[in-house]
């Protein structure tokens, strides 16, 4: 099957063309014709399968060939977890949409507003926007969703998980009742089809592979350490190919920089992306990274949604993560586009019951393979008893502060507002939620 066969405009298939794009993903085969049929679409598919192309490019035909409106109000909106993934969606975009004449802009936390404020002014076909920072605008009457023909929710699964609920019903509420709507998650979970249900109108529901399913290019691969020589492991390990790209991935934010603090005076190029960074540093450390400027890319789990790198050699999960789940999306990041990924982890024994939690999801063994001079001084626990980091406590054992848990997720401010710079910390007190029930469920 080509692009030529599912529909697409000549601008749109020659936008593909000067990328080289022939073929779609399967997420993209499935998905494209109903969309630009005007069906609503539920779904499935996972970070790395093409699934941006499957709602862009039937968004901007359908608003390329529907002509202006006069108010030139935005007639699409697409909701996002995260700025990196508004960022990242925004300029699929402009490559997709580069000979037709269709207009986006992007709305998220983190910068001011003066400059979104004037783009709306000036008139836009879309908005990438994330729910908090969209909120703002409502509130503030700088945005007009009255005139919204699609809506897209993209990894809606993760926006729940950071809290947003609130604000993306409060969302909905602003925009038309007819219109298209298009959601995309990783599953459809119990409370993504309750959403569904909710604002969507018999929707086409697709899924291109099971859940929590990772692709045959990306090998496993465990590297058992005490939790006090992991930093230097992770430099043994970066230090065989200093050139080579490698996304990290880090359980909480202090720890992602103390390591880059640490890896830099080492003599490797690396740079943090998180929560607490600013917009212009996190968009500054993932430009530098895409452009080989830095070749080491800290992240915590949250901030690292957007990250769209073709040929990602390798993932290092330094610190796993507490919920078996986000093992999947991490390394997501490595084995797209027909190329081989490995993923790599550094596992201390107080991490033992995570592994376990992992191995149990993807119902597979991961190779567990002591490196020579870094040999754990206990083996690995791999029974369902075996042990679990402190809460608040990373493969690092650092001695930082949960935040608290007084207040529910999106319940900081009234209306359910859940500001786009806090949704790491709802996310985190999610995920400390579930762990305190059993283990993980297969």
Do not use: C, W
């Not at 490797?268 to 895409?290: E, P, V, Y």
């Not at 050699?313 to 507490?322: A, G, T, W």
């Not at 529910?408 to 995920?431: C, M």
């Amino acid at each position: 099957m080509s692009f030529d066969s599912l529909g697409l405009a000549p601008a749109l298939l020659r936008a593909l063309a000067d990328y080289g794009y022939t073929q779609p993903t399967p997420i993209q085969a499935a998905a494209i014709p109903p969309a630009l049929e005007g069906h609503d679409l539920l779904a499935a598919a996972q970070t790395g399968t093409g699934k941006t192309a499957a709602f862009a490019l039937p968004l901007l035909q359908k608003l390329s060939t529907s002509g202006q409106t006069l108010t030139r109000r935005p007639r699409a909106l697409i909701l996002t977890p995260t700025r990196e993934l508004a960022a990242q969606i925004h300029e699929n975009m402009r490559d997709y949409g580069k000979h037709i004449r269709v207009s986006a802009t992007t709305i998220f936390g983190g910068v001011g507003m003066g400059p979104q404020i004037n783009a709306l002014r000036r008139g836009v076909d879309i908005v990438i926007a994330t729910p908090g920072r969209l909120i703002d605008h409502l509130q503030q009457r700088t945005l007009d969703l009255s005139a919204v023909e699609t809506l897209v929710l993209d990894e809606a699964d993760r926006m729940l998980d950071m809290g947003f609920l609130p604000a993306l019903k409060r969302i909905l509420a602003a925009l038309p009742k007819k219109r298209q709507t298009l959601l995309f998650s990783a599953t459809f979970a119990p409370a993504i089809k309750a959403l569904a249900l909710d604002f969507m109108h018999n929707p086409r529901e697709i899924s291109v592979s099971a859940p929590n399913t990772v692709t045959a290019l990306v090998s496993h691969q465990v590297h058992p350490v005490d939790a006090s020589r992991k930093r230097d492991l992770l430099l043994h390990v970066l230090s065989a190919d200093s050139r080579r790209q490698t996304l990290v991935f880090s359980r909480t934010k202090h720890g992602a920089d103390k390591l880059v603090t640490f890896l830099n005076a080492s003599g490797l190029r690396a740079a943090a992306i998180h929560g607490n960074k600013s917009q212009n540093a996190r968009t500054r450390a993932l430009s530098d990274f895409k452009s080989d400027r830095v070749t080491v890319l800290v992240a915590t789990d949250i901030a690292a949604r957007g990250i769209d790198i073709e040929q990602l050699p390798i993932v290092i999960n330094f610190d796993l993560p507490s919920v078996a789940e986000d093992y999947v999306h991490r390394i997501g990041r490595t084995g797209r586009a027909g190329m081989e990924g490995l993923a790599l982890s550094l596992v201390s024994h107080d991490e033992s019951g995570l592994l376990y939690d992992i191995r149990k999801l993807l119902k597979q063994d991961i190779a567990i393979t002591p490196v020579a001079g870094y040999e754990p001084s206990a083996p690995l626990r791999l029974d369902a008893g075996a042990p679990r980091p402190k809460q608040g406590g990373g493969g690092q054992r650092q001695q930082q502060r949960a935040p608290r848990q007084g207040k529910p997720a999106g319940a900081a401010r009234p209306n359910g507002y859940a500001p786009q710079g806090r949704g790491e910390r709802a996310a985190g007190n999610q995920r400390r939620r579930s762990n305190r029930r059993p283990a993980a469920k297969a």
